[in-house]
Nanobody
């Protein structure tokens, strides 16, 4: 069974840091591009960050550039993707979703096809 399971969400104060993790299992994800998306209350889901299958290329939304860092660990049976979030702001409050697709263009939004896989999300709350 293919699964993307996010963890690491919680409550932090403005200026704090948190690291999200996404464990991808059930098939080989080592050749999949991975990404993080978020959805704030009352808003549409938006792209946050993406990483290529080798981890060489990274992409960020302007709103998180310089504060968030995406990385990945391509272990043999489970790929784990991380999102290190620093200098958090109240506007970062959202449910954060992990996503995977064999085509990087889908993950970064250049190609409007359905994402191959989504996680169920983890909630981040940043208080002022």
């Amino acid at each position: 069974q293919v699964q993307l399971v996010e963890s690491g969400g919680g409550s932090v104060q403005t200026g704090g840091s948190l690291r999200l993790s996404c464990a991808a299992s059930g098939r080989s994800f080592s050749d999949y591009s991975m990404g993080w998306f978020r959805q704030a209350p009352g808003k549409e889901r938006e792209f946050v960050a993406a990483i290529t299958w080798k981890g060489v290329g990274t992409y960020y939304a302007d709103s998180v550039k310089g504060r968030f860092t995406i990385s990945r660990d391509n272990a043999k049976n489970t790929v784990t993707v991380y999102l290190q979030m620093n200098s958090l702001k109240p506007e970062d409050t959202a449910v954060y979703y992990c996503a995977a697709d064999s085509d990087l263009r889908v993950v970064i939004g250049e190609l409007k096809y359905g994402m191959d896989y989504w996680g169920k999300g983890t909630l981040l709350t940043v208080s002022s």
